[in-house]
């Protein structure tokens, strides 16, 4: 049985990072396009639900999980 990674956390410096470019800033993809992607094909879930949205604006408290990563915005 494969152990899951411990939460990340992410501190926004303003009041919120669209979907895209938090997925970047965390180095879970090499670039846009990538990041659009995997948004596109549903890989990408926003406090629990598959968001589809790549400007979807996340803010503090909001948890994202792509792949077997996951990190929660403070």
Same mark, same amino acid.
């Given at each position: 049985? #494969? ?9 926004? #410096? ?19 396009? !990538? !990041? ?16 589809? #949205? ?5 803010? #503090? ?14």
């Amino acid at each position: 049985m #494969r152990k899951l990674k411990e939460m990340e956390t992410f501190e926004l #410096r303003g009041e919120y990072i669209q979907l895209n470019q938090l997925l970047k800033a965390l180095g879970w993809v090499e670039n846009g396009g !990538a !990041a659009n992607a995997a948004i596109d094909e549903g890989y990408v879930m926003v406090n629990g639900e598959i968001e589809v #949205r790549k400007r979807n604006k996340i803010y #503090r408290g909001m948890v994202v999980e792509f792949q077997e990563n996951k990190v929660k915005i403070v």
